[in-house]
């Protein structure tokens, strides 16, 4: 009896945890720094980072191009969010409008690049690969013919810890 209790109550739990892998839609109303978003679900607003990915630092060039494209591909339309986890103050999702993920495209397009700690993680892998051909044609950030990544997320421990503007925890759920 109480094994069965137990079960239900974690199964409860996991079903109605926001970090529980589940999808769910929303419409964008605000977007900053290209990675975080304030969207409308259910008549709450909630505010979304996208996961695995990280942009370089505001007030770059290339910062505002990646804001522009999150904005254009985001603001005031309907998105899909798999959200692998949760923190305090956001929601790590996947992001998709329409048939277009927007962390595989904001990689695809040199604007953002995979976090290391998640590039061994099947999506990190999948984002891993993406940003190889990015890197392979010189896109965005990749334009450098040295083909590093910015000082952001090479440094020492102490600079990325100074630098990341959010570290997200470990995923609960990975896919």
Not at 4 to 13: D, K, P
Not at 18 to 33: D, K, S
């Amino acid at each position: 009896m109480r094994f069965t209790m137990f079960l239900l109550i974690i199964l409860g739990w996991y079903f109605v945890s926001p970090a529980a892998g589940l999808a769910w839609t929303g419409r964008v109303i605000e977007v900053q720094n290209a990675l975080v978003l304030t969207v409308v679900h259910e008549n709450e607003e909630k505010k979304v980072r996208l996961f695995g990915i990280e942009v370089i630092q505001p007030g770059k060039s290339m910062a505002e191009q990646a804001n522009k494209y999150t904005t254009e591909m985001l603001l005031g339309k309907e998105a899909t969010f798999e959200v692998v986890d949760s923190g305090p103050e956001y929601f790590f999702a996947v992001v998709t409008q329409g048939e277009t993920i927007i962390n595989d495209e904001l990689v695809r397009q040199g604007y953002a690049w995979v976090v290391p700690r998640y590039q061994n993680t099947p999506y990190g892998i999948k984002l891993t690969s993406i940003q190889a051909n990015a890197k392979k044609k010189g896109a965005g950030v990749w334009a450098d013919k040295n083909g590093k990544l910015p000082l952001r997320a090479t440094g020492t421990a102490q600079e990325n810890k100074q630098n990341i503007l959010i570290k997200p925890r470990k995923p609960l759920f990975t896919f």
